[in-house]
């Protein structure tokens, strides 16, 4: 049993991303206390900001013709699809930066997606279970003054669950800049049920994954 958890956060001594991740963690590691967790930090441990690139021409280049740099960046790649399809299930947290994706995760998808067990077509990751813990600094619901602003979210779940087939779980917490910047002093009570909540269902989720997986394996 292995799960594989990919961190993006700039910040993980504080990263409100990073400690629903350990809840949806825990969850699985009571259940299966045995199993491994593999861990990819994507800020300490970033994807090379021209390994897609090299990928991608190493894929129109012959073997032979290839250059050290293009050679570098696919096995690379097999490695990053490697940890992908070992795993039995999968947990992604990722925050929302400047109200887009974190380039570290999307570095790293790219590169991954270049290999052709993950590339369009495959199937290999269909059904894999799998939990996307996301934060976000405001609020962007419908009805907020920034609503739709979030532009990591539905991508993720886009990528996650579309292109790859991911049996994916979302997790998000709003508001973890309340506390922080003052202009949000008004929503504490707000921040702090949203908190709770999201707490609940990262908990709740790491048991799904945990369930899915032990009824796989009893399959």
């Known amino acids: 049993m292995s799960l594989l958890r990919i961190d993006a956060s700039l910040m993980p001594a504080t990263s409100a991303s990073r400690a629903l991740g350990d809840l949806v963690e825990a969850e699985w590691v009571a259940a299966h206390p045995d199993s491994v967790v593999t861990r ?23 073997e032979e013709d290839r250059t050290e740099e293009q050679r ?6 097999t490695q990053l699809a490697d940890e992908l399809i070992e795993a039995d299930a999968l947990l992604f ?21 270049t290999d052709p067990r993950t590339n369009p077509g495959s ?5 894999k279970p799998a939990t996307l813990a996301t934060v976000l600094g405001g609020n962007y619901d419908e009805g907020t003054p920034k ?9 993720l779940t886009r990528l996650l669950q579309d292109v790859w087939g991911l049996d994916l779980r979302v997790v ?14 008004q ?10 909540d999201a707490e609940t269902k990262a908990t709740q989720s790491g048991r799904e994954l945990a369930e899915l997986r032990g009824k796989a394996d009893a399959a």
């Open 40 to 62: 990819r930090n994507l800020v300490d441990s970033p994807i090379p900001a021209d390994a897609w690139q090299n990928a991608v021409y190493a894929g129109f280049t012959p």
């Open 147 to 155: 609503a739709g602003w979030d532009h990591s979210t539905p991508y």
């Open 187 to 196: 929503f504490a009570d707000l921040a702090a049920d949203l908190k709770s």
């Open 72 to 77: 570098a960046a696919v096995a690379l790649a």
């Open 93 to 113: 947290t990722v925050p929302l930066y400047n109200y887009g994706v974190s380039q570290h995760f999307k570095l790293w998808f790219d590169l991954a997606y």
């Open 172 to 185: 998000q917490r709003p508001f973890t800049l309340v506390g922080v910047n003052p202009a949000l002093d």
């Open 123 to 127: 199937t290999t990751l269909n059904g």
